[in-house]
């Protein structure tokens, strides 16, 4: 019988009063992909920081080899060839993307390292050039970078924590087969995720996590709905696909429009270049494209965290253009930001705290402990720190101020990202209601599902350009079509 | 070659909370260590000293002045806001409470006269620190630079003042002013040179900082501040103003703490630095040992008061130190502090490989 390259035996973590893990124990072969799946802070990423090194377990240890240890920092983790993609890319924002992978590597950026990013990269068919900085990639860039810069380390056990997730369904499927390479050539995957489908298609064996237990480890050819039972306890669960149309009243006037809209990018070259588009209250449109052609450019933009070059932005048919986006927050536009953790909540704060800003109007204590029970934050404190969630949760957050406020407009850039299918659900049936109830949603997404899902409309965007409309009753059937202008265009 | 990692650690909050008074605890055995090497009294003598640096009612003089420009430092650096110009701000503090108690009408009005001073003072003081604020929000000019900067043209323009067009008519020749009326004057403890008045203030404006930076929307959003401008923004409150509030408020309360020096300590203005006398900068030391948290500040500030009696009770004819000593054991205990914060958080781990 082969043994394990790893097994964790029976691992406690507690975090203050909060139970993250209880009593773990697995084991990953060379070779597999062992999928860990479990809802939004069920325990998977503070699995993956043990194993790499960045949490200390209250109780038990990791074997490798057969040989216990128990690691005190991700370099000795990464000495014994474990290596952590995590959802927040790991890059160092003001250093370019080659110096960052040199660091990482702790050699120099030389030219035959240039050389070889230039390839992955283009391979992964993301053009980047290697010495733009950091922080001007997108969130999704960022994670993709990150993810080359660990399989450029030449690990062992290669742990994934949500990295791929986020990515584009076609530079998904490109990385997803870098992975599953990696592990016929011998390797090692850790694989955590919420979604039950993308866990399906990649795993061999598959444990699941639920308020931080091991309750079920499956072989490959598990039923998809054995897995989703198993994550979340309960039968009465909704797939995210039921689509219900809804007729709405239509609206003439816009509550939000574009025209013409010229936007930099931080190298002033145009991001967004001359794009119009309005929407109408009660309206959902969603303007989709592959990450990097502009869409985040164009969300700042119109709620002010970005200069606009030319073009105009109105609000309620008043010219916003260049007013603050504080005040343009105060006039009952709601912008969801891309990034949860930096933007979309404020880490040293509370939970209630944080609630407390995203409100316009006064919050009682019923009105915070509904959102959170809503959402399903857990842990559900409101009195805990924001740090102290797990990334999912951190999103839920940073969602809060969906239900918090009766926004006029909403913008919300890719918000269901890193929450697991139940969560997305009660998010895209948030927005949706919203529109019902007759505000005017503007979604930024690179998940066509989620679009086709709730939009009336869908712009595609293709290098800062909406280059094609779609429209109509029956936006499912476009989405073929939608996904070739995206990747062709 | 040994490898050094820094290694992150989760301690409970009672072991920090402990570490952090053993610390403190630590840091005092080393005040009288210092001391005494420095000024050749005994161990045994500067300990009793300290002793009774703790048990001396001075401490209050310390306090009244240390507490407030501090609980104002920590609004300010909770918002990233980096005011190094709190000795300046004081030191207009006074300028602006001396005014009003000599050139204006209200100087002579019996409980008008002090709290005009005050207020004016704070006024003052909120004033020096606006070009600052003004140039960072405009032009993004670091702000820890120019309100340096600003410090050294507040003591200078005081200087002038009481060699030149201030200087008394009642003081031979040396650069102050007349004193202040009695009327405009604080009325002292007996024997001692602080208000319980000053004190009980101090104690409510902490208290009131704490209940705003904890308790109200936009204190909650100056403490987001710091680590997200674009956050805040988004919660639609303007970040801009927010910066230019925890400006203003450091500012106006370093200003107030000036104001209670002329009133109570000095009776009249003297030069910059000496009424300023560093607590400008001891305060920024002090607002980071309470961990930038008002109600912290109130123990932080008396332990600060008592390490300054200790090197002061000890240099009596030993003037020559100044209150040099004081500030390097107030340093060094802010570094240990630090020291010991990093390590309730981190380990070192060192591998011979």
């Known amino acids: 019988m082969i043994r394990p390259f790893l097994q964790v035996v029976q691992l406690y973590k507690k975090f203050g009063d909060i139970t993250a893990l209880n009593n773990v124990s697995l084991a990953i072969y060379p070779g597999e992909i062992l999928v860990v799946l479990g809802e939004n802070g069920s325990g998977k990423s503070t699995l993956a920081k043990i194993l790499y090194g960045l949490y200390f377990p209250d109780k038990g240890y990791i074997e490798i080899n057969g040989t216990p240890v128990i690691f005190s920092s991700p370099a000795e983790a990464k000495s014994k060839g474990i290596f952590l993609v995590s959802q927040r890319p790991q890059l160092i924002d003001d250093m370019s993307i080659l110096e960052n992978i040199a660091l990482f590597l702790s050699t120099s950026p030389s030219r035959g390292l240039r050389k070889k990013l230039s390839e992955i990269l283009n391979d992964l068919g993301m053009a980047i050039d290697v010495d733009k900085s950091v922080h001007a990639l997108s969130y999704t860039e960022k994670q993709l970078v990150d993810l080359v810069k660990v399989l450029l380390a030449q690990p062992k056990l290669l742990i994934v924590d949500e990295a791929a997730t986020y990515l584009p369904r076609e530079l998904k499927h490109k990385f997803l087969n870098i992975v599953k390479g990696f592990a016929t050539r011998g390797g090692s995957v850790m694989y955590i995720t919420h979604k039950v489908v993308e866990a399906a298609e990649i795993g061999d064996r598959f444990a699941v996590l639920r308020r931080g237990s091991v309750v079920g480890v499956f072989e490959k050819g598990v039923d998809v709905s054995t897995l989703r039972q198993a994550m979340f306890g309960s039968e009465e669960y909704l797939t995210a696909t039921t689509k219900s149309p809804v007729q709405r009243p239509p609206h003439k006037t816009p509550a939000l429009s574009v025209e013409n809209l010229v936007v930099f990018d931080e190298y002033g070259k145009p991001a967004v270049n001359d794009v119009s588009l309005s929407v109408r209250l009660g309206d959902v449109v969603a303007i989709l494209g592959i990450t990097g052609n502009g869409q985040k450019e164009l969300g700042e933009a119109i709620v002010g965290l970005r200069k606009v070059a030319k073009g105009k932005v109105l609000l309620n048919g008043d010219e916003i253009t260049y007013m603050p986006a504080s005040e343009r927050v105060r006039r009952g536009l709601i912008y969801v930001p891309e990034d949860p953790f930096r933007e979309g909540v404020a880490i040293g704060l509370t939970v209630a705290e944080n609630m407390k800003l995203f409100s316009q109007s006064r919050v009682s204590k019923e009105i915070l402990e509904t959102a959170i029970k809503k959402l399903e934050v857990s842990p559900s404190n409101p009195l805990i720190s924001v740090a102290k969630l797990s990334g999912g949760n951190i999103q839920k957050v940073s969602l809060s101020r969906l239900l918090l406020n009766t926004p006029r407009v909403v913008i919300a850039y890719s918000p269901t990202r890193m929450l697991d299918e139940k969560s997305r659900v009660l998010i895209l049936r948030t927005l949706q209601k919203l529109a019902e109830s007759g505000s005017a949603v503007l979604l930024l997404s690179e998940d066509i599902e989620e679009a086709v899902y709730i939009s009336t409309r869908i712009g595609v965007i293709v290098n800062g350009k909406i280059v094609k409309f779609f429209e109509g009753p029956e936006l499912e059937s476009y989405r073929e079509d939608i996904e070739k202008v995206m990747v062709h265009a | ?353």
């Not at chain 2, 650690?9 to 009672?14: A, D, G, Q």
């Not at chain 2, 200003?255 to 020096?261: H, I, M, P, R, T």
């Open chain 2, 1 to 353: 070659m040994p490898k050094v990692a820094i290694v992150k650690r989760e301690l409970s909050k009672t072991v920090a909370t402990v570490a952090k008074v053993l610390v403190i605890l630590l840091g005092l055995l080393i005040a009288i260590a210092l001391t005494s090497i420095i000024t050749g009294a005994s161990m045994e003598l500067a300990g009793i000293t300290l002793l009774q640096g703790f048990l001396n009612l001075n401490v209050f003089v310390y306090i009244s002045t240390l507490l407030p420009i501090a609980v104002g430092l920590s609004t300010a650096f909770s918002a990233s806001a980096w005011n190094l110009g709190a000795e300046g701000q004081l030191v207009i503090g006074a300028v602006g409470a001396t005014f009003i108690a000599l050139y204006t009408p209200f100087g002579r009005q019996e409980v008008v006269a002090p709290l005009m001073a005050l207020l004016f003072a704070s006024f003052l003081g909120a004033l020096w620190a606006l070009p600052a604020a003004l140039l960072k929000m405009t032009r993004g000019i670091n702000e820890a630079l120019t309100t340096l900067l600003m410090n050294f043209i507040a003591y200078h323009m005081t200087n002038y003042l009481v060699k030149g067009p201030w200087r008394g008519r009642a003081v031979y020749g040396y650069p102050t002013t007349d004193m202040i009326p009695v009327q405009a004057r604080i009325p002292t403890v007996p024997g001692y040179s602080f208000s319980w008045y000053v004190v009980v203030i101090c104690v409510v404006i902490a208290l009131l900082m704490q209940l705003f930076l904890y308790r109200t929307k936009v204190g909650i959003a100056l403490r987001a501040l710091g680590s997200s401008p674009r956050f805040v923004e988004l919660a639609g409150i303007s970040s801009k103003r927010l910066f230019l509030i925890a400006f203003l408020l450091s500012g106006a309360l370093a200003g107030f703490a000036g104001g209670v020096k002329v009133l109570v300590y000095h009776g009249k203005l003297v030069e910059g630095p000496i009424v300023g006398s560093g607590y400008g900068f001891t305060a920024i030391m002090l607002s980071w040992l309470g961990g930038l948290n008002p109600l912290l500040l109130i123990p932080a500030s008396y332990y600060t008061a008592a390490l300054y009696i200790l090197s002061f009770g000890l240099q009596i004819g030993s003037a020559a130190v100044g209150d040099a000593l004081a500030n390097a054991i107030v340093g060094s205990l802010l570094a240990f502090i630090l020291l010991a914060d990093f390590l309730t958080k981190y380990r070192l781990v060192i591998r011979w490989s």
